[in-house]
């Protein structure tokens, strides 16, 4: 047998996935991840301000548990698990939902292309610092 391909189990996903599809791979895993984690995020944030507060809180529950699932891969290797796919779907789903639902008069939302409120800094007055005299130590 000179050349053997036998299946080795690291019990991690990443370094599974790393070993099996590469850099590139992994890279691509990864910013699905980070797409699905800030789908919900952005969810719980949209549902907040149209006041569903239900909706808001299942999206940070699924947020929550797609980071829990993602860390206890760092333990186990079951990157195939329905589960796993099921809690990232929820993301972009429940995004998908916030986006489409209508919002109600006095929402608290920008119209489409508005600046938010806040987002430029004001002219603030900031106390200046006198400067060290030696006469000013006691």
Partial sequence: DVCSFRSHLVHNLYLQLLTETGVVGFALFLLVIGGC???AWLASRRFD?????GYADLA???LMAEI???AAQFFISDGFDWRLGFLLGLGPVLLSIARRTPIPDGAGLPPPGARARGSRKRGRRVAQARPFS???VR
């Fill in 134 to 136: 030696a006469s000013s």
């Fill in 37 to 39: 984690l800030r789908a």
């Fill in 68 to 70: 829990a699932m993602l």
């Fill in 49 to 53: 301000r149209l006041g569903q507060r």
């Fill in 60 to 62: 940070r529950a699924a």
